[in-house]
């Protein structure tokens, strides 16, 4: 009965409960012993079989007691939710994050926490505090990152979906590394009360699942305004389970900037593969430029450091996480610093810090503002033409564990087709679109603001032509 369940997807498993056929407490069960057995170091923490915060969903939950595994930035309620960081190591906050507590009560219970980069630095899960995630479909490669542990355990059927969250492409780019679907919906759309923060305007929750159905199902319960988020926004329509078959009269922009030089051969194979399917389906395809868009990488690395250094002075020895004892304050802030935060995060505090000195703010920080401002006006402008912008998710598949630790900016350009979305807040989603060498490929679509719908929509049309097969990681 257990391989029974774990082949399921969400959305069939949650039929199934509600027609009587499977309860939810084997469905809990089956994914509780799954994810316990953990191979691949992608939890950090998994529910006890009769958890204390676990709620038994009420008959009609549009969840049914289907449960989900959150990335550990999420706070939640005396469990730990530690950012992947020491600095934050056992810290059990006294309340729960609204994404998390919004899933809670929409009947999707608490699975487990997944492992991801130090405070969500990194394109590869390999800055964790505890120890890198190792990718299902080759366990000498990375998963990618930050949300590594979330892509991963959805790829490996340790959880029947998850929630991470994207500041430059990191659910986007271990969905794709990884061979299932992970999406970033608009800027605002969902609550960032209790997650614990990296770059304030730019992190945003999303969902990790199997396939494009699932994905619209969890995301619908995760958006909304928040009274605790003042830059939570209500979305101006619910989401609606995709059911498009067809793609007639979409346009579709392909970048110039984005799709050619840098994307590995492999990856960029598929990626003209599937826009032949996109034809197939009766979209018109055209070539069109984002001329800021090769700039959108340093900005990005200008601006999110920037925010992090701000965001993590709170982590100073005092008021909650590790605490060095020291004769003197500046002396407790040093020590408790130099062993709390891992390398990455030091050298994106010292970036941030140093873009915000008095004398560089205008020269860095306020130009990559402005670089921003022209990203997001190229966007406006194509999308007066076109329906989506697509790209390849991640210039090449999953690459090997340590291949590019010593190498900061050969990591960073691993978010290079992602980052430019996020800028410019606007939501997008990454498919699996086929192989290259025996890894997953994604497919990037994006399109406007509140456009999630029209997205999943045309995502799920092109998920039945390309058939991807999601079971291979989880055999």
């Not at 997650?195 to 958006?223: E, K, N, W, Y």
């Not at 890894?439 to 039945?464: C, M, T, Y």
Request: net charge negative.
């Amino acid at each position: 009965m257990s391989a029974d369940v774990l082949a399921l997807t969400a959305a069939q498993a949650v039929e199934k409960i509600k027609g009587g056929e499977l309860s939810s407490a084997e469905v809990f069960g089956a994914y509780r012993d799954r994810a316990a057995a953990d191979e691949l170091n992608a939890f950090t923490w998994v529910a006890e079989e009769t958890p204390a915060n676990r709620i038994p969903p009420t008959p009609d939950a549009p969840l049914a007691g289907v449960p989900v595994a959150v990335k550990d930035l999420f706070c939640t309620e005396g469990v730990p939710s530690q950012a992947g960081s020491k600095i934050l190591e056992g810290y059990r906050p006294p309340y729960t994050a609204t994404v998390v507590r919004r899933l809670q009560d929409a009947g999707s219970p608490l699975l487990g926490k997944t492992n991801q980069d130090e405070f969500a630095m990194g394109s590869s899960n390999e800055n964790s505090a505890y120890g890198p995630v190792l990718n299902p479909w080759d366990r000498t490669r990375v998963p990618g990152g930050s949300s590594g542990g979330s892509a991963a355990a959805v790829a490996a059927g340790l959880a029947p979906w998850s929630i991470g969250t994207d500041t430059g492409g990191s659910i986007r780019q271990p969905a794709a590394l990884c061979g299932i679907v992970g999406m970033k919906p608009t800027y605002g759309s969902i609550s960032r009360y209790g997650m614990i923060a990296f770059a304030s305007s730019l992190d945003q929750a999303g969902p990790f699942t199997r396939d494009v159905t699932d994905c619209a199902l969890l995301l619908g319960h995760m958006i909304g305004q928040d009274g605790c988020d003042s830059t939570s926004l209500q979305h101006p329509e619910p989401i609606t389970p995709p059911t498009a078959e067809r793609l007639d009269g979409v346009r579709i922009g392909v970048p110039e900037e984005l799709s050619g030089e840098g994307i590995e051969a492999g990856v960029l194979a598929n990626f003209h593969q599937t826009l032949e399917h996109c034809r197939s389906l009766g979209a018109e395809i055209e070539q069109m430029r984002l001329p800021h868009a090769p700039h959108a990488l340093s900005a990005y690395y200008v601006l999110a450091p920037a925010e992090a250094s701000s965001n993590l002075s709170r982590y100073d020895g005092v008021r909650f996480g590790l605490r060095h004892d020291a004769a003197d304050l500046v002396s407790l802030y040093t020590e408790t610093r130099k062993d709390g935060f891992g390398p990455e995060v030091k050298r994106r505090i010292m970036l941030g810090t140093y873009a915000l000195s008095a004398g560089y703010y205008d020269a860095y920080y306020g130009r990559a503002q402005q670089v921003r401002t022209k990203i997001s006006d190229d966007f406006r402008e194509a999308f007066a033409s076109f329906d989506f912008i697509v790209t390849p998710t991640a210039p090449s598949v999953a690459f090997e564990l340590g291949a590019k630790t010593d190498d900061p900016w050969a990591m960073y350009l691993n978010d290079y087709c992602t980052v430019p979305m996020s800028l410019a807040g606007l939501p997008a989603i990454s498919i699996p679109s086929g192989l290259s060498d025996g890894l997953p490929v994604g497919f990037q679509i994006a399109g406007p603001a509140f456009s999630e719908n029209r997205i999943l929509d045309a995502a799920h049309a092109l998920e039945k032509v390309i058939a991807f097969d999601t079971s291979t990681a989880r055999a």
